[in-house]
T-cell receptor
Framework: DAKTTQPNSMESNEEEPVHLPCNHS???????IHWYRQLPSQGPEYVIH???SNVNNRMASLAIAEDRKSSTLILHRATLRDAAVYYC????????????FGTGTRLTIIP | GAVVSQHPSRVICKSGTSVKIECRSL??????MFWYRQFPKQSLMLMAT?????????EQGVEKDKFLINHASLTLSTLTVTSAHPEDSSFYIC???????????FGAGTRLSVL
């Protein structure tokens, strides 16, 4: 499986944008870039995914580098409820492929 | 979005007993479900892939006779921790894929404490 590299932790002030980076230099052409997050004592939840183009949804935006070797999850206006561990995962998008979780980035929101 | 229900949310049991954890997809059918285990301060580790109507596929190092998986219907998979011991204490999480298979929906997790 192609691996991803994320910072162990990040801090951000409440109501400010947050940019969470992910490096995936060995990404293959069929890998989609997925982001999930896990709030304390809960199961993970889906955030966003994309292949080549930038993606937006109600939770976040995903900016994908032109060479696809890195991506950035953008939370436009962080709230205290966004404090979680964020996982960047590469995955073939069909056929119910498993998710392989790395260590993720622990995001702390400062009030 | 799709919802996955996991029950119980917390269980405390004595060493040597068996514990069953249920994972249900509430508004969609799931031919494949996944079971993960998470120790404190660590990431999720995939234990097994549960396939409806067939045997589960276990990850390397996971004892299939200790962690019994049954996926008897398109909406229910169960994980039974047999003869639980304190080292089995962990956070167990299930997930099921959307119809397209592109998004995984996770249960809220089951915290197992074995005394």
């Amino acid at each position: 499986d192609a691996k991803t590299t994320q910072p162990n932790s990040m801090e951000s002030n409440e109501e400010e944008p947050v940019h969470l980076p992910c490096n995936h230099s060995t990404i293959s052409g069929t890998d989609y870039i997925h982001w999930y997050r896990q709030l304390p004592s809960q199961g993970p939840e889906y955030v966003i995914h994309g292949l080549t183009s930038n993606v937006n949804n109600r939770m976040a935006s995903l900016a994908i580098a032109e060479d696809r070797k890195s991506s950035t999850l953008i939370l436009h206006r962080a709230t205290l409820r966004d404090a979680a561990v964020y996982y960047c995962i590469l995955r073939f998008n069909f056929g119910n492929e498993k998710l392989t979780f790395g260590t993720g980035t622990r995001l702390t929101i400062i009030p | 979005g799709a919802v996955v229900s996991q029950h119980p949310s917390r269980v405390i049991c004595k060493s040597g007993t068996s514990v069953k954890i249920e994972c249900r997809s509430l508004d969609f059918q799931a031919t494949t479900m996944f079971w993960y285990r998470q120790f404190p301060k660590q990431s999720l580790m995939l234990m097994a892939t549960s396939n409806e109507g067939s045997k589960a596929t276990y990850e390397q190092g996971v004892e299939k006779d200790k962690f019994l998986i049954n996926h008897a219907s398109l909406t229910l998979s169960t994980l039974t921790v047999t003869s639980a011991h304190p080292e089995d204490s962990s956070f167990y999480i299930c997930s099921a894929g959307s119809a397209l298979g592109d998004i995984q929906y996770f249960g809220a997790g089951t915290r197992l404490s074995v005394l």
